[in-house]
């Protein structure tokens, strides 16, 4: 993940460096904003939290996704930061703002950036970013003690298991979707940086990352499912 987050300090040393010269610094923001809630995830997950970084890692891609929109629609910025209080405008605002209108509106640009966008904020959703009973009870287990008694045990650190493996993807996965979105609304660092190849070196990496694990998932799988 650390080159991941060095990619995204340049993107936000460009941001830093932008800000204060933009007539409307919101994308730029949102992307600095991204990059931070990024590193809260890999922090979260590098310390046996799994199921904390999921909410983190679903903030870090809707802002990059915001961050997209605006920094490619500048009429939209002035909209954006006046929120209607009145009910029809209000959902107007809402129609033009909510997530399936910026994937979709990505689609235009990127199909397959589009479905990388909602297959990342699913699976946030599934593992607990949005309260669901199955991430509720997935760290949950119900045990005999010693004396017969029951015992609820929850975990909030979790071992270097199939969990931890799927969540260390899975955030590695929202630095390289954040940092392909930022070459995309910013394309003169892209010439300058060559982010889009850096994301390419990181899906390299990503999927040997898939293919050194992919026996340990599967034996803690059938170990899971053998109640051991």
């Excluded at 919101?26 to 909410?55: D, E, V």
């Excluded at 399936?100 to 904020?121: F, I």
């Excluded at 309260?131 to 909030?156: I, T, W």
Aim: glycine share 6%; net charge neutral.
């Amino acid at each position: 993940m650390s080159d991941i987050s060095a990619d995204l300090s340049k993107c936000s040393d460009y941001a830093i460096s932008s800000v204060l010269k933009a007539g409307d610094p919101s994308a730029l923001l949102l992307f600095m904003t991204a990059h931070n809630q990024f590193l809260a995830s890999a922090r979260l997950t590098l310390s046996g939290q799994c199921l904390a970084a999921y909410p983190t890692g679903r903030a870090a891609l809707e802002s990059a996704l915001y961050g997209w929109y605006l920094a490619g629609n500048p009429s939209a910025g002035p909209r954006w930061h006046d929120k209607p209080t009145d009910r029809t405008k209000l959902k107007a605002w809402n129609a033009e703002f909510k997530f399936s209108s910026l994937t979709s509106a990505l689609s235009n640009s990127s199909e397959d950036a589009a479905k990388w966008a909602k297959y990342l904020h699913q699976t946030a959703i599934d593992f607990g970013a949005h309260p669901n009973k199955e991430a509720l009870y997935s760290n949950m287990a119900h045990v005999r003690g010693d004396d017969g008694d029951s015992v609820l045990q929850m975990v909030f650190l979790h071992e270097w298991r199939s969990l931890s493996i799927s969540t260390t993807k899975y955030v590695i996965e929202i630095g390289m979707f954040s940092i392909s979105l930022f070459a995309r609304a910013f394309p003169e660092v892209e010439r300058t940086h060559g982010l889009l190849g850096a994301a390419t070196r990181h899906a390299c990496a990503l999927r040997e990352l898939v293919a050194t694990t992919a026996q340990f998932v599967e034996n803690d799988v059938s170990r899971a499912n053998a109640g051991q």
